[in-house]
T-cell receptor, first 116, second 113 residues
Framework: EDKVVQSPLSLVVHEGDTVTLNCSYE??????LLWYKQEKKAPTFLFML????IEKKSGRLSSILDKKELFSILNITATQTGDSAVYLC????????????????FGKGTKLSVKP | KAGVTQTPRYLIKTRGQQVTLSCSPI?????VSWYQQTPGQGLQFLFE???????NKGNFPGRFSGRQFSNSRSEMNVSTLELGDSALYLC????????????FGQGTRLTVV
């Protein structure tokens, strides 16, 4: 069965710290890797990565993919209390039929707590 | 462009009852996936629909069923509710056809008492 593993599962930091969240995967027919942020309810889309070595950046958040080593990292610099959330990594593997996993395979998430 | 709409937002049911949840995807999106989320379990995949066809189904008992209509709206049904079915149920819509960006609805919080 394909899998996505995130580490650490939880992390507590102080405002201003820089954090790195990890996501490794073993997925057949990899197409892309996605990061989501989940605060209270719905996960919100952050990034989609398809090519190795190309950094995606949005404000203090950035992410990069290594398709050779099968992992991605999400960096958050100068953390703020509003960054406290669960960060989900998912790998998209299209054209699956009749299986018990969908096309989007999620890791269990990293719970980030940012203390003032 | 309207986002993914799930109804109802909150639901309280008693054991043994059945429930139907609804998901309206983003206009133009033909793929809808359903997930169950409980504390400590992450997102558990339930079903995936594309153009009214169920493409994949997660490892859930037969009490969990779903369908998709011609307008891409989807429903999921849980019969004979158990206490363990209490969870946040999320649906995600995407264009399908190899396009991966998926957007989530706000979820339905189901409590079984």
């Amino acid at each position: 069965e394909d899998k996505v593993v995130q580490s650490p599962l939880s992390l507590v930091v102080h405002e201003g710290d820089t954090v790195t969240l990890n996501c490794s995967y073993e997925v057949t027919n990899f197409r892309s890797l996605l990061w989501y942020k989940q605060e209270k309810k719905a996960p919100t889309f952050l990034f989609m990565l398809t090519s190795s070595g190309i950094e995606k950046k949005s404000g203090r958040l950035s992410s990069i993919l290594d398709k050779k080593e099968l992992f991605s990292i999400l960096n958050i610099t100068a953390t703020q209390t509003g960054d406290s959330a669960v960060y989900l990594c998912a790998v998209y593997s299209p054209w699956r039929y009749g299986g018990s996993q969908g096309n989007l395979i999620f890791g269990k998430g990293t719970k980030l707590s940012v203390k003032p | 462009k309207a986002g993914v709409t799930q109804t109802p937002r909150y639901l309280i049911k008693t054991r043994g009852q059945q429930v139907t949840l609804s998901c309206s995807p983003i206009s133009g999106h033909r793929s809808v996936s359903w997930y169950q989320q409980t504390p400590g379990q992450g997102l558990q995949f339930l079903f995936e629909y594309f153009s009214e066809t169920q493409r994949n189904k997660g490892n859930f008992p037969g009490r969990f069923s779903g369908r998709q209509f011609s307008n891409s709206r989807s429903e999921m049904n849980v019969s004979t509710l158990e206490l363990g079915d209490s969870a946040l149920y999320l649906c995600a819509s995407s264009q399908g056809q190899g396009k991966s960006e998926a957007f989530f609805g706000q979820g339905t919080r189901l409590t079984v008492v």
